[in-house]
């Protein structure tokens, strides 16, 4: 007899099926025992009365691994609106032990003690709430992917292990590599630039490595990044947009195909429009100023309160939750960003649900401005780790932009989560390195 | 004016159009100038007459960044049936340096020592048929996560930065992981059968890294590997047609789709039925010794002659060129394997094209069986690298199997390539850390 997956039982009413998967749940209610069996599509409802087969449920234990035959039968209270009767229950994998985590209860119940959860993640992640937020995770990859598809992009893969770092300054993790000291990328920047000049638009979605030390609930030492890249750009505005449209497409996406997952996990409702607000940064700083009374002018960036407080502005003014803030200081650019105007880089923040998703410049293509921005900042272009970056802008780079985007972060902000963390299935940070 | 790419010039013939793209090549012809300017699509021609615009090209170098205006003209001998007539140029981005490395051959032509190809990686990428290559390569991760999508796998990201080395014994880089020990990940092994207690069927395409000392055309320390792992199997067999299935479909649709592109590359013919052969170890021993007069019975594993003849074999014999080893022996297995009868494992080599793709066992999914067999490998069931693991077993794992298959191999193969490197955009060895 054929497997028949929970979510298909209602297509069976009436027939003998088959179930195959793990004990999630026992009850008793008003003399009956019942049992909720878990697989890849969800869970389904088992009445068990006949003695002989309720014995077998004694001390059985959840994660127990279940085959089932019985009777599919409509039930409108049942989830699917179908459960199991008369079943004959059959032991695949017997099961001795008390699951080390709850995992029948709502993320609202989680264990307060992130590391707790974190600890027990191996079976903590068989609560279907977990479950969902990870399978989310999944589709907003593919989304992503099917919009970069369309809109021409190529697929690399680029080396995560490299002689120098590619951003300089901030912490990266050295190792040994037959004798030379390597390094782990902390973004496919300079490739991915050098592949603007094979393909014009590029993408990747990669682990990332960075050694933060801070022990915080947005600091991971390795996440997974969506790195983009487009070439032949008639201004900044044009990666500006690219990256409303993607995250406009895939929002409204996931909010579709995903509606009843997301109003499980209590996800915020989606407040955006196709065409996301700007405001540079001043604007920012000065209506932050007028409605808060805090003056932030002399900051460089946006202070994290500013970053919640434009996004909440954006959201009742504009009806959008997410807004760029454009016109970055010249400050706070990286050697490889553009020189905007009047101390500018030609920079924004993507900003969703008030945090920064995104740092979405335009870059400096041409050779002898890269060169003179690298000395300016302390790089040596000749160096091994930057000499085949600066041959690809001797050859020819056209115009181009894009940006880094953080996809645990991403996921974090679309399910209204409140770390980071939970929003990656086996979190690294500095004081953890297992499960 | 609009950009139109190269490959739509013909959709706007006897109109005034507006190209950009890289100067590609040059030459004279009859007293004509001929240029040809490469952009994301492809490469298209233009004829310069106007002597003020020939005098715009002289010393002008490969590379070059060019805005052109001109008309669309009919003119089947020229790449893609059209061309440029009277053209304006606009240089967008100057360059002034030769190409370190020749762009305009076939791949044929490429240099012999592969040493001074990848020292040329940046810029030799922009060879039309390198950038094939790795078009097609990501139209097989494309076709490969569709694939995958519609038979119910949900796609993971796993940690790279371990506590221990998953698969023990074979060569791992360590860093230094604030004050702890750490490994980069060899594969996922333990994370997506920990995964298969959440979601039944998972995948995951990432980089895996080995410190392989062999300066070979095989080895390289960083390679992009597809890992699939499936639960509830009714017998190892679902596990092998599931990744025929993949396989089949994968190599079906590029054979399709990229056509004309592995006729450029002189890509083998494709030669598979949907159902691929099965060969035991002992027959392909058997059929090899009594065709070469060579004994391998001896051997633990298929020599590398013999996985290319029994490929041959099977492309002669059965019309198909991929084909399973079968009943590989017990004394190849590794811990988390599950053993089958009379000194084999439950597991197979798939075989493609002369070479081993993917190992693909059943795993041993029993707590107490697993236990055993990490001891008699050595391995201690307790200690921090494997607790968690073990966790997932204790708390009910269905019987399932996978396999680990290298995303840079099969995309050597399909091409015909003759280095796995070839296959791989900036490849590392024991010697290359750059670009």
């Known amino acids: 007899m054929e497997r028949v997956l929970a979510r298909d039982v209602n297509k069976h009413l009436g027939k003998k099926i088959l179930i195959e998967g793990w004990l999630h749940k026992k009850r008793l209610l008003g003399g009956l025992t019942f049992i909720a069996i878990r697989d890849r599509s969800g869970l389904i409802q088992i009445v068990v009365q006949d003695k002989g087969e309720v014995e077998k449920l004694r001390g059985m234990q959840v994660g127990t691994v279940l085959r089932v035959q019985g009777i599919a039968v409509e039930e409108p209270r049942a989830p699917g609106g179908a459960e199991i009767h008369d079943p004959q229950l059959e032991i695949m994998v017997k ?10 209860k709502p993320l609202s119940h989680r264990p307060e003690n992130l590391d707790t959860l974190f600890d027990q993640r191996v079976i903590g992640l068989r609560n279907l709430d977990e479950a969902r937020i990870f399978r989310i995770r999944s589709d907003l990859l593919r989304y992503i992917r099917e919009f970069l598809y369309k809109n021409d992009f190529v697929e690399i893969n680029t080396p995560k292990l490299v002689a120098g770092a590619a951003e300089g300054g901030a912490e990266v993790f050295k190792l040994d590599y037959f004798g030379q000291e390597a390094t782990l990328a902390q973004s ?5 630039q050098i592949m603007v000049g094979v393909f014009e638009r590029v993408f990747e979605i990669a682990p990332a490595f960075r050694a933060e030390l801070s022990a915080t609930t947005r600091h991971v030492s390795e996440v997974t ?6 070439g032949f750009i008639h201004g900044h505005d044009e990666v500006l947009n690219m990256l409303q449209d993607l995250l406009y497409s895939v929002l409204a996406r996931v909010y579709k195909e995903h509606s009843d997952d997301l109003k499980v996990l209590n996800a915020p409702e989606l407040v955006v429009t196709p065409h996301f607000p700007k405001y540079s940064m001043q604007q920012v700083h000065e209506l932050y100023q007028k409605n808060t009374g805090i003056d932030t002018s002399s900051e460089i960036d946006l202070t994290p309160d500013e970053e919640k407080w434009i996004c909440d502005y954006a959201k009742e003014h504009d009806g959008c939750e997410a807004v760029f803030a454009t016109g970055l200081p010249e400050s706070k650019m990286k050697f ?3 020189k905007g105007e009047a101390g500018t880089a030609m920079s924004a923040d993507l900003l969703f649900r008030g945090i920064e998703l995104a740092t979405v410049p335009q870059r400096e ?10 000395k300016a900042a302390g790089i040596d272009p000749d160096s091994p780790g930057f000499s085949h970056y600066i041959t690809a802008f001797k050859h020819g780079l056209p115009p181009h932009g894009g940006c880094g985007f953080g996809i645990d972060r991403f996921t974090e902000k679309v ?4 770390n980071v963390k939970e929003a990656i299935l086996f979190p690294r940070d500095i004081n953890r390195l297992a499960p």
């Open 95 to 104: 099961v001795s032990a008390e699951p080390p985590i709850e995992i029948d």
């Open 188 to 192: 496919p920047q300079l490739y991915k």
């Open 225 to 230: 990044m969506l790195d983009i890249e487009m």
């Open 336 to 338: 490889y960003h553009m």
């Open 365 to 374: 293509h041409r050779h002898e401005n890269l060169i003179e921005q690298m």
């Open 415 to 418: 399910l209204g989560l409140s």
